[in-house]
Nanobody
Framework: HVQLVESGGGLVQNGDSLRLSCAAS????????MAWFRQAPGKEREFLTA????????TYTDSVKGRFTISRDNAKNTLSLQMNSLKPEDTAVYYC?????????????????WGKGTLVTVSS
């Protein structure tokens, strides 16, 4: 079992930056592909970005490509999401996720482990 705890959310203004973190514990962090999802009020949970267990490969959905950067530190069991040029439409609860399979983790219904989320609010 893997426990995931997100942090770093908050209220920012349009155009600001924010860095989210996800602390993992339990099974070896380096064995899992990791991802970030978000869910806005009234909407389905949306895949944003994923990173392989080694950290060598990443993928992004088009809406965040070029603005968000995923990274991981396997020595510190930490996943990060650097978010730049934030927009009001980025307002959502952000979740980190873990799965042993890099392809499967990109689908919310195939995620093995979820954190409880951290709220990001971007004011206009």
């Amino acid at each position: 079992h893997v426990q995931l705890v997100e942090s770093g959310g908050g209220l920012v203004q349009n155009g600001d930056s924010l860095r989210l973190s996800c602390a993992a514990s339990g099974r070896p962090f380096s064995a899992y592909a990791m991802a970030w999802f978000r869910q806005a009020p009234g909407k389905e949970r949306e895949f944003l970005t994923a990173i392989t267990a080694s950290g060598r490969s990443t993928t992004y959905t088009d809406s965040v490509k070029g603005r968000f950067t995923i990274s991981r530190d396997n020595a510190k069991n930490t996943l990060s999401l650097q978010m730049n040029s934030l927009k009001p439409e980025d307002t959502a609860v952000y979740y980190c996720a873990a799965n042993s399979n890099y392809i499967a983790i990109q689908q919310s219904n195939r995620v093995d482990y979820w954190g409880k989320g951290t709220l990001v609010t971007v004011s206009s």
